[in-house]
């Protein structure tokens, strides 16, 4: 998906760099939710916000301001979440809810 948008973006380097950040938020996400891994999740969102703050407040029809808000909201969560927590029920509650309040795309 997004190496088709890359491609479709031609020339677009801002919009490259826009589908790139979508790109990581996208893997911390899984590497979160699918693996259960914690650091790794909250790198790749940390270099996704890095890269969307020159972006701000809108691009490419979307609410780029409003988006690192809520990535810098959810990885203080991920990072405030224990090291050594990786299965059982309560990781499992957590994954859950963590995933209710996932950052999520707006259109501007």
């Given at each position: 998906m997004f190496e088709t948008a890359s491609h479709a973006a031609g020339n677009d380097n801002d919009l490259k760099a826009l589908i790139a950040a979508f790109n990581q938020v996208a893997a911390a996400l899984h590497l979160r939710f699918e693996r259960g891994g914690r650091q790794a999740s909250i790198n790749l969102m940390?270099?996704?916000?890095?890269a969307l703050d020159d972006m701000k407040p809108a691009r490419g029809g979307v609410d780029v301001?409003?988006?690192?808000?809520e990535l810098a909201a959810y990885t203080e969560e991920v990072r405030a979440a224990p090291r050594d927590e990786r299965d059982g029920l309560k990781h499992?509650?957590?994954?859950?809810?963590?995933?209710?309040?996932?950052?999520?795309?707006n259109r501007r």
């Open positions: 940390s270099q996704a916000m890095l301001e409003r988006l690192c808000v499992r509650a957590r994954i859950f809810l963590e995933r209710r309040r996932a950052p999520k795309i």
